[in-house]
């Protein structure tokens, strides 16, 4: 997570997270979908995954502690 950046990870998450952005994204969407037990085409599972990565990543670096912030703690 540490060789990711911020600003790649920022700009991906709004861009590819939120598009299309109308009428809804379909990150949305597919999250409403998974959570209404909809999702069972290959294409809509295949989107969740290729628009929720990177706001994933996102969620995963802000949550988790860098190794460089560690390093410092222990000093």
């Known amino acids: 997570m540490d060789k990711i950046p911020w600003n790649i990870l920022i700009i991906g ?16 969407e597919k999250l409403r ?5 909809n999702l069972i085409r290959p294409i809509d599972i295949f989107d969740l995954i290729m628009h929720g990565t990177l ?5 995963l670096k802000i ?6 912030d560690e390093s410092i703690d222990k000093d």
Do not use: R, Y
Request: hydrophobic content about 55%; aromatic content about 6%; overall charge neutral.
């Open 33 to 37: 979908m998974l959570f209404q037990g």
């Open 63 to 68: 949550i988790i502690p860098s190794k460089a």
């Open 55 to 59: 706001p994933l990543l996102l969620l």
């Open 13 to 28: 998450s709004l861009t590819l997270g939120l598009a299309p952005f109308v009428p809804e994204p379909h990150l949305l």
